[in-house]
């Protein structure tokens, strides 16, 4: 199996950044969004440290490291967009929208265990859309950078090989890390 360092190295770099924050997010009984998307960043990156890290056993973790990444891309904007609804005084059926919306192509998944990109694409420009909309709104430049960020690592950086001689997962690892902090501050910010 190949191994690749740096990979394992964007990874480690990732979950300290999630990590962080989620240690700093502390509110109380409204934090199971913004929570749920640090543990899942978090898990994908502890699972991509030994998956790129180790040239022996990493090949063993492909399918978990695969599913929590396609969990990754399907959950964590939409929970950031449902989160900031939530903590500005909107109704909670518009708030867990985006996070039950992100549910279809996991349904999909189950059912045929193919990626529905179409679906999964149009959910995310929901989301980013959304999450956008209401940081103009409310003025939280966290919050549209948050959306921009996630939206150039979903839509641009993913579906590259190599930029500038650097494996596209290792950019979308750190351009992940900036996704995570903005989503942070966004939802600390209100």
């Known amino acids: ?7 394992a190295l964007s990874h480690m770099i990732l979950a300290g950044t999630g990590l962080y924050c989620m240690i700093q997010y502390r509110h109380g009984e409204i934090c199971q969004l913004p929570c749920a998307t640090f ?20 090949d063993k973790i492909e399918k978990p490291y695969n599913f929590t990444f396609f969990l990754q891309s399907i959950f964590v904007m939409p929970f950031i967009a449902g989160q900031m609804w939530l903590m500005n005084g909107y109704e909670r059926a518009i708030a867990y929208l985006h996070p039950m919306l992100s549910c279809i192509p996991l349904t999909a998944y189950f059912v045929d265990k193919n990626n529905k990109e179409d679906v999964i694409d149009l959910l995310m420009v929901l989301s980013v859309l959304s999450c ?5 709104q409310i003025n939280n430049y966290y919050g549209m950078a948050a959306a921009i960020s996630f ?7 993913n579906n590259k090989d190599n930029i500038f ?10 351009a992940l890390c900036f996704f995570t902090y903005f989503a942070y501050r966004a939802v600390v910010v209100m």
């Not at 199996?1 to 990979?7: A, E, I, V």
């Not at 939206?151 to 950086?157: Q, W």
């Not at 001689?165 to 750190?174: I, K, W």
């Open 165 to 174: 001689d650097v494996p596209g997962r290792d950019f979308y690892n750190y």
């Open 132 to 136: 956008g909309a209401l940081s103009y």
């Open 151 to 157: 939206s150039l690592n979903h839509f641009y950086i």
């Open 1 to 7: 199996m190949p191994h690749q360092y740096s990979t």
């Open 39 to 58: 543990g899942i960043i978090i898990t994908n990156s502890v699972l991509g440290i030994w998956r790129w890290g180790n040239p022996d056993h990493g």
